[in-house]
């Protein structure tokens, strides 16, 4: 895994224009992402992870907006690049996988049609290698005899097999980068497996770089390299997926863990965290987490940064260390 960023995200803020007043969904996130490696962006549903994403390829729309910060890759701000290069890289070498198949696939025509679109636009292959193209992909991600199935609706297609159409779309032009949000939510268990061992194979064998959107932490500990933990908008604690399973720094991130059923372990009980998350349409001085953290105290009052706690890991606490109150009883 290369230590050189293919993707730095700084200071990146979403917002979107509400009646009641503006929601700040991104504030101020900052991340890399190498090459060959699995990022996963982990949080409870409205922390700011797909928000996030959807930023990062040019896909906000409003009433959201992006506030600020930069989206560098390869030297450009995608975040200032004029639309038609954002077009460019869209697809190309830079591609998303949604969380809804059946949404992001159009209904009414042909997955082959589908895909040879991203061909055509991105690529100067012919008709015929187009369609080789197409039934390389399709029997990459394991649709049964791909070039008899060119010309079927997305509906005659499971929910599995649509998800594995939606990641051979994404792969059609080799991309440098894969997006994946929430590519797994809408799946059983048994295809949820099938999907992630794909993605697994697919970043070993064509060394993508993966920025996986997920609430399930399940799928953080089978795929990522490393994580990111958000809360309310912000990142909250940043560090190696091992280091941060065996011993969280951000007792948000402590928590999420403890509310995860284990059923290797029938001794662990899943513990709710308690309270709500913040309104963000709200300017908070004190901790986002305090008000929900039973180890909270007068120290919480201020904001911390997200900082350097040591062994490449940043956590945004006070005192950040897995909190006894946190730890896991029998």
Same mark, same amino acid.
């Given at each position: ?24 969904? @991104? ?73 809804? +198949? ?23 292959? &012919? ?25 079927? !609706?997305? $509906? ?9 159409? !939606? ?20 799946? =059983? ?21 993966? #920025?996986?959107?997920?609430? &399930?932490?399940?799928?953080? /500990?089978?795929? /990522? ?14 560090? =190696?997926?091992? /280091? #941060? ?5 951000? +007792?948000?991130?402590?928590?999420? #863990?403890?509310?995860? +059923? ?11 965290? &308690?309270? @709500? +998350?913040?309104? !963000?349409?709200?300017?908070?001085? $004190? ?11 007068? /120290? ?5 940064? #997200?900082? &350097? ?19 896991? $009883?029998?």
């Amino acid at each position: 895994m290369s230590e050189t960023p293919l993707l730095s995200v700084r200071g990146l803020s979403v917002e979107f224009l509400t009646r009641h007043g503006n929601v700040c969904a @991104v504030d101020s996130v900052s991340f890399d992402l190498r090459a060959g490696e699995t990022l996963a962006l982990v949080g409870e549903s409205g922390s700011g992870k797909s928000a996030c994403a959807l930023a990062l390829m040019g896909l906000t729309t409003l009433p959201g907006r992006v506030a600020g910060g930069q989206v560098l890759f390869d030297g450009q701000d995608l975040l200032a690049a004029p639309p038609r290069v954002l077009e460019d890289l869209r697809g190309n070498r830079i591609a998303m996988v949604f969380q809804d +198949p059946m949404s992001a696939l159009n209904p009414l025509l042909a997955i082959g049609t589908q895909i040879d679109e991203v061909l055509m636009r991105h690529t100067a292959l &012919d008709r015929a290698q187009r369609r080789a193209r197409i039934i390389e992909l399709l029997g990459q991600v394991g649709i049964p005899k791909p070039a008899e199935r060119l010309d079927r !609706l997305p $509906h005659e297609f499971s929910g599995g097999q649509r998800q594995r159409i !939606l990641i051979a779309m994404a792969l059609a032009c080799d991309p440098q980068i894969l997006i994946a949000d929430e590519p797994t939510t809408a799946l =059983d268990v048994t295809i949820q497996a099938q999907i992630l061992d794909l993605l697994a194979e697919l970043k070993q064998r064509l060394g993508l770089a993966m #920025l996986l959107v997920t609430h &399930d932490l399940g799928v953080v /500990a089978k795929v /990522a390299d490393r994580v990111a933990v958000m809360y309310a908008g912000r990142l909250v604690e940043l560090a =190696d997926a091992d /280091a #941060l399973f065996a011993e969280p720094a951000h +007792p948000y991130t402590a928590g999420l #863990l403890r509310a995860t +059923p284990r059923l290797t372990d029938t001794r662990h009980r899943m513990i709710a965290i &308690d309270g @709500v +998350p913040p309104d !963000l349409r709200l300017r908070r001085s $004190h901790c986002d987490f305090a008000p929900r953290c039973p180890g909270a105290d007068a /120290a919480c009052a201020q904001r911390p940064a #997200l900082r &350097d706690i040591g062994h490449g890991r940043l956590a945004a606490c006070v005192r950040p260390s897995a909190p006894v109150w946190m730890q896991d $009883h029998d």
